[in-house]
């Protein structure tokens, strides 16, 4: 099922209601890519684990959003701040896209507005690290103003081969 041009699309700050279908959405991604740094199943995340993350946003100054089209869930991203006084002022992005919404510029939009508000809230750098073989995230990334800052050789095992990553980096 594709997005539709007349879809409903909203991007909100993930709160306690959304962790459930967050972890159903997360879980959908991760099966059907091996370009994320988990295996299917192998986060054990439970609902209320999650719905606690996702209300700690103002202590812990992590970004997660999520994107709904016609209110279902079908992105989300997330920004974690390092903790150390040196680093606080870098987040480490983190974005998904249902597989059957992928490929319709909803990466995009969540992309943009998420780099928007890393913006307003004084965060300086945003990092990431991406399997070289992805190829909608490394355009994605690109388009999106981050730079090639590094190569982490053999750095993803994806199913028994050794993956290359980029190490990629943005200045906000
Ligand atoms: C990577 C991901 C977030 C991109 O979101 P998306 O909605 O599918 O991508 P978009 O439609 O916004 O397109 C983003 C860019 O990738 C390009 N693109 C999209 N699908 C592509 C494909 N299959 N191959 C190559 N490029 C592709 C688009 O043309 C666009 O580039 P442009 O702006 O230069 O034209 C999404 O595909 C996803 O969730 N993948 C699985 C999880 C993942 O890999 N996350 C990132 C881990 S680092």
């Given at each position: 099922m594709k997005p539709r041009a007349n879809n409903h699309i909203c991007i909100r700050r993930a709160s306690a209601v959304n962790a459930e279908a967050f972890?159903?959405?997360?879980?959908?991604?991760?099966?059907?890519?091996?370009?994320?740094?988990?295996?299917?199943?192998?986060r054990s995340t439970t609902v209320k684990a999650q719905?606690?993350?996702?209300?700690?946003?103002?202590?812990?100054?992590?970004i997660h959003l999520i994107?709904?089209?016609?209110g279902k869930s079908v992105g989300f991203v997330s920004i974690l701040r390092q903790i150390r006084r040196k680093s606080c002022h870098i987040g480490t992005l983190v974005i998904g896209i249902h597989?059957?919404?992928?490929?319709a510029?909803?990466?995009?939009?969540?992309?943009?507005?998420?780099?928007?508000?890393?913006?307003?809230?004084?965060?300086?750098k945003l990092e990431l690290?991406?399997?070289?073989?992805?190829?909608?995230?490394?355009?994605?990334y690109?388009?999106?103003?981050?730079?090639?800052?590094?190569?982490?050789?053999?750095?993803m095992?994806?199913?028994?081969?050794?993956?290359d990553e980029y190490h990629m980096g943005l200045l906000l």
């Open positions: 972890l159903e959405l997360f879980e959908a991604v991760t099966s059907a890519t091996d370009f994320l740094g988990f295996e299917p199943a192998e719905a606690e993350i996702f209300e700690r946003q103002n202590v812990s100054k992590d994107m709904l089209a016609d597989p059957q919404y992928q490929g510029r909803l990466g995009s939009q969540l992309c943009e507005a998420v780099i928007n508000l890393a913006r307003k809230e004084g965060l300086i690290t991406v399997v070289i073989a992805n190829a909608s995230a490394v355009r994605l690109l388009s999106k103003g981050f730079r090639v800052e590094g190569l982490r050789r053999a750095s095992n994806c199913g028994g081969r050794f993956l």
